[in-house]
């Protein structure tokens, strides 16, 4: 294991497990926001963002806390293991929530200093509202994704219990 898609949800952990793994086993880790947000959260073009992930991607060793579909076939083509975060649709949307209302009310800096707010959290383009309306879509992509050949190795962990017990193995 030495490239890794950790897949899920906002608010499933991805970014919590993807740092855990790349501090258990020494491999470096990419924060995918990092990449595809500038300061003022103006947005990467995606031909920008589909190089740096390329760049990435290119190397022998990797750790990813996401896969945008625009650029998705990248990292998929190197991975040696997806860790598919399958939990359930109340404990992300709690954790988003609970994330995200923290980080809007202490101020704290993140994706290249970027700050929450609470009105981008519930306003009309609401991560809040993106969780909710990708849960769907996204369960469905992880579990064809356990059965495409073409796909890399894919572990579903759907309980945080299992995801502790599966990082604490690594």
């Known amino acids: 294991?030495?490239?890794?898609?950790?897949?899920?949800?906002?608010?499933?952990?991805?970014?919590?497990?993807a740092r855990a793994i790349g501090e258990r086993t020494g491999l470096p880790y990419h924060p995918v926001d990092d990449l595809t947000w500038e300061p003022g959260w103006t947005p990467v073009p995606l031909p920008v963002q589909r190089e740096r992930i390329a760049a990435i991607c290119a190397g022998d060793a990797w750790v990813l806390d996401s896969a945008y579909l625009p650029w998705l076939d990248v990292p998929m083509a190197r991975a040696d293991l997806v860790v598919g975060l399958d939990l359930p649709r109340?404990?992300?949307?709690?954790?988003?929530?609970?994330?995200?209302?923290?980080?809007?009310?202490?101020?704290?800096?993140?994706?290249?200093?970027?700050?929450?707010?609470?009105r981008a959290a519930f306003g009309?383009?609401?991560?809040?509202?993106?969780?909710?309306?990708?849960?769907?879509?996204?369960?469905?992509?992880?579990?064809?994704?356990q059965t495409d050949p073409g796909m890399p190795p894919l572990l579903l962990l759907r309980t945080p219990g299992e995801v502790r017990a599966w990082l604490a193995s690594l």
């Open 90 to 118: 109340w404990r992300c949307l709690w954790q988003l929530l609970r994330r995200t209302v923290h980080r809007a009310v202490t101020r704290t800096p993140i994706c290249n200093g970027n700050v929450e707010s609470l």
């Open 1 to 17: 294991m030495r490239r890794v898609v950790v897949y899920g949800v906002a608010g499933s952990g991805k970014s919590t497990l």
């Open 124 to 145: 009309r383009n609401s991560i809040v509202l993106q969780q909710w309306r990708s849960w769907p879509r996204k369960r469905a992509r992880m579990r064809a994704w």
